[in-house]
Every structure is written in structure tokens, then in C-alpha cells.
């Protein structure tokens, strides 16, 4: 497949959406319920919302096509403050800082460099708006996106807990600072 990445416009967002639907329940703890994952589609990841995402200035999205313009990852750059009071303070030495947000490609594209390409997009515009690195949350049982992010320069820095209905997930923070070769 023919690696193209563009930055996202408004008109992005039922696509973005559809593909979230299919990428988000690979990157979630097994035990969720379909209803709590319908929930969060509903809340985060829904056409509404990338069009609220796609339109912040604070927000970057870049996204993957394939060779037929279809839309096969995405992921996205917030450079809004950090306001999760467990990580905030995990990062006070490597601010200026951006969550890598959202990373998500398609299973058939798994392995097919996509993810890189988005990974260094991403990298590359926070370095031009000044960030010293960009952080991440993961699920700790995720061994796929830990490895991806391991081979990436990302190190895990600490954890956050948060409570999805009955339960309490479990994910690791982690961190890439930026070198001068990056
Ligand atoms: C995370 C994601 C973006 C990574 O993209 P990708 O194209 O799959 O990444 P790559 O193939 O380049 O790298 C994955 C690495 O994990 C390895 N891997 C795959 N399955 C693995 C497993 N079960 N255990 C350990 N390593 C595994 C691969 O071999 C590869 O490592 P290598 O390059 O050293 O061989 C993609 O898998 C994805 O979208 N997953 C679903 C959504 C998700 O989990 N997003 C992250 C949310 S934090």
C-alpha cells in the first residue's frame, strides 16, 4: 500500500468516525462491555466529535489513505494542557509537552509502516510548535501499541488508573523526549 498522510479537515469526520468503530475496541481491555465501548464511540470518538477536533486549533489530526483515498489510521496531537491530575505531574521535566493521542490503523494495515509515518508526522509538528517531547497512555496489557511505542523511543514513565464503570483500567504513561536527530 502506498503510504500517503494528510492532515484532517472537518469533512474527515464520518470516515474518522467509522474507522474509530473498528480500531478502538483492539486497543481496549477485553472485559469491557459492548455497551461501555458504544459509549465511549458515542461520547469521544463519534462523527460530532472529530468535527469539534478537526475544527480546534489546538488539536492536530493526521490521517492515513490508502491508494484508493480510503481512510486507514489516524492519529492525533493535543496541545492542550495536561488536566489528568495523576499524570500532570509525571511530565513537569519534559514540558513543553503534547499527548500523542489516538493512534489507530486499520488491522489490514498493521505492520504496513502507517503507523511510523503518522508517528513521525505527529513528532515533527509538535517539535515545529516548540514541545520537547509528547506523551501517551497505553493500556498495560497492550502488547502490540507497547512495542510499537518501544521501538519509537517512548519509555514508560508511570501509570494512571481510571475507573470505567465497575472497573478500574490500568494503563502506563510513557514519554518520548526529542533528541536533536529527531
Ligand atoms: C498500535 C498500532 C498503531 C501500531 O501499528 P502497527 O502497524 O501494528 O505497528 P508495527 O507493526 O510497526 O509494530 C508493532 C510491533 O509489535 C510487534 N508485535 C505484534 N504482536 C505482538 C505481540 N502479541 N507481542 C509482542 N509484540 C508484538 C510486531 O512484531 C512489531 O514489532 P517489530 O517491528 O519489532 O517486529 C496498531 O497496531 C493499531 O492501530 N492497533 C490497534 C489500536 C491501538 O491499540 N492503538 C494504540 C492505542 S494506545
Known amino acids: 500500500m502506498e503510504k500517503r498522510i494528510r492532515k484532517a ?12 468503530a473498528v480500531t478502538f475496541p483492539l486497543a481496549c481491555p477485553p472485559y469491557h462491555s459492548a455497551e461501555n465501548i458504544a459509549l465511549h464511540l458515542e461520547k469521544v470518538l463519534s462523527r460530532d466529535a472529530f468535527e469539534g477536533y478537526a475544527t480546534n486549533p489546538d488539536i492536530a489530526i493526521y490521517v492515513a ?11 492525533m496531537v493535543d496541545f492542550r494542557p495536561c488536566d489528568d491530575d495523576e499524570v500532570a505531574p509525571l511530565l513537569r521535566n519534559v ?14 494495515a498493521h505492520g504496513s509502516g502507517f503507523a511510523q509515518q503518522l508517528l513521525e508526522k505527529a513528532a515533527e509538528d509538535a517539535q515545529a510548535r516548540g514541545c ?14 507497547l512495542r510499537f511505542y518501544d521501538k519509537n ?3 514508560v514513565v508511570g501509570d494512571r488508573f481510571y475507573r470505567v464503570g465497575e472497573l478500574l483500567d490500568h494503563d502506563f504513561v510513557a514519554v518520548r523526549v526529542f533528541s536533536k536527530g529527531d
Request: glycine fraction near 6%; aromatic fraction near 12%; charged fraction near 25%.
Open 65 to 75: 489513505e490508502s491508494d484508493d483515498d480510503s481512510l486507514v489510521g489516524y492519529v
Open 9 to 20: 479537515n472537518v469533512g474527515d469526520a464520518p470516515a474518522l468516525a467509522e474507522l474509530a
Open 132 to 145: 520537547a517531547s509528547l506523551w501517551l497512555t497505553v493500556w498495560k496489557e497492550n502488547v502490540r501499541a
Open 95 to 108: 514540558e513543553p509537552t503534547a499527548e500523542f493521542s489516538k493512534l489507530y490503523v486499520h488491522p489490514d
Open 153 to 155: 523511543g517512548f519509555s
